[in-house]
Nanobody, 112 residues
């Protein structure tokens, strides 16, 4: 299993960001893709997940209304989009499959 994420992003407060996660080495539709972030000085925060087979999603309450997770089975790529960014969203964002295989992480920095 290999998960390759998009590169680092810098955004202003109030903007949005979309991070991608391209999967290979397994049947993309067979397992949930989960998104987790790690903020400076804090632990890991689970953001949500998607079933690529049917597109069903589940989000952590903390992010509901601001986060959207999608998956494109044609390209085996999952996405997480976060809107209305604030400084506290500065973090490294990870995708994972079965919480066993992880992407390399994407640094998102929110700063004016």
């Amino acid at each position: 299993v290999q998960l390759v994420q998009s590169g680092a992003e810098l955004r202003n407060p109030g903007a949005s960001v979309k991070v991608s996660c391209k999967a290979s080495g397994y049947d993309f539709s067979s397992a949930y893709i989960e998104w987790i972030r790690q903020t400076p000085g804090q632990g890991l925060e689970w953001m949500g997940k998607i079933d690529p087979e049917d597109g069903q999603t589940k989000y952590a309450r903390k992010f509901q209304g601001r986060v959207s997770i999608t998956a494109d089975t044609a390209t085996s790529t999952a996405y997480v989009e976060l809107i209305s960014l604030r400084a506290e969203d500065t973090a490294v964002y990870y995708c994972a499959v079965r919480l066993a295989d992880w992407g390399q992480g994407t640094q998102v920095t929110v700063s004016s």
